[in-house]
């Protein structure tokens, strides 16, 4: 069974941030509540952990996973990202958007897109997502928690521990929290200011 941490969604209690790192660091898999939607998260070279959120999800292999980031510089060692998408980019950060972008050589090669060489990532702007950061002290492997048959990312803590009670290990709730998934942009296309793959929360280009 899934351990339920009540967790504040403005100031979250420093023990259930260390019970749900704790946790992370010995493989396990965590439901967590974000600026949009609910997200499934895990080391990031949890390569078990990753075949977890896969299964959940009945994801193929041209999937894109998402690298959380804590903050724009821990993000810039994750992917290359010049001028023109340094400014796009930061201008939505944080936020719920999610951006693909060439992976550097931080990213293990088993979460990047098999013909592509890339990788999504983002900085959301939910407090609680922001503590679990900065508590783990590296980007954490994600994916909207959006199941199969589903266009909606679950938002409700309470249903998320009722429907994967034995396939995840905890569940965070903090309330109300995003309804949309993330507005998915990629930058590797010909389209120098951004393709919009999915259309979620956030406009595009932000404001």
Same mark, same amino acid.
């Given at each position: 069974m899934? =351990?339920?941490? $009540?967790? #504040?969604?403005?100031?979250?209690?420093? +023990?259930?941030? &260390? /019970?749900?790192?704790?946790?992370?660091?010995?493989?396990?898999?965590?439901?967590?509540?974000?600026?949009?939607?609910?997200?499934?998260?895990?080391?990031?070279?949890?390569?078990?952990?990753?075949?977890?959120?896969?299964?959940?999800? =009945?994801?193929? $292999?041209r #999937?894109?996973?998402?690298?959380?980031? +804590?903050?724009? &510089? /821990?993000?810039?060692?994750?992917?290359?990202?010049?001028?023109?998408?340094?400014?796009?980019?930061?201008?939505?950060?944080?936020?719920?958007?999610?951006?693909?972008?060439?992976?550097?050589?931080?990213?293990?090669?088993?979460?990047?897109?098999?013909?592509k060489?890339?990788?999504?990532?983002?900085?959301?702007?939910?407090?609680?997502?922001?503590?679990?950061?900065?508590?783990?002290?590296?980007?954490?492997?994600?994916?909207?928690?959006?199941?199969?048959?589903?266009?909606?990312?679950?938002?409700?803590?309470?249903?998320?521990?009722?429907?994967?009670?034995?396939?995840?290990?905890?569940?965070?709730?903090?309330?109300?929290?995003?309804?949309?998934?993330t507005?998915?942009?990629?930058?590797?296309g010909?389209?120098?200011?951004g393709?919009?793959?999915?259309?979620?929360?956030?406009?595009?280009?932000?404001?």
């Amino acid at each position: 069974m899934a =351990r339920y941490l $009540d967790v #504040h969604p403005v100031d979250p209690q420093p +023990r259930s941030i &260390a /019970q749900t790192v704790a946790v992370l660091d010995e493989g396990g898999l965590v439901a967590y509540p974000t600026d949009s939607g609910y997200a499934l998260g895990a080391r990031m070279g949890d390569q078990q952990a990753k075949e977890r959120i896969r299964t959940i999800r =009945r994801l193929d $292999d041209r #999937h894109h996973y998402t690298l959380v980031c +804590r903050d724009f &510089a /821990q993000l810039g060692q994750l992917v290359h990202v010049d001028n023109h998408v340094f400014r796009a980019v930061k201008a939505a950060t944080p936020g719920p958007y999610t951006f693909i972008l060439p992976a550097t050589h931080e990213v293990p090669r088993r979460l990047l897109h098999p013909k592509k060489r890339t990788v999504g990532v983002r900085i959301p702007e939910h407090p609680v997502v922001r503590a679990l950061l900065a508590a783990l002290g590296e980007p954490m492997l994600s994916s909207t928690l959006i199941l199969p048959g589903e266009s909606e990312p679950m938002n409700d803590g309470w249903s998320v521990k009722e429907e994967l009670d034995h396939v995840v290990d905890v569940v965070i709730d903090s309330g109300e929290c995003g309804t949309e998934p993330t507005t998915v942009v990629d930058f590797t296309g010909a389209d120098p200011s951004g393709e919009v793959v999915r259309q979620g929360a956030g406009a595009w280009p932000a404001r």
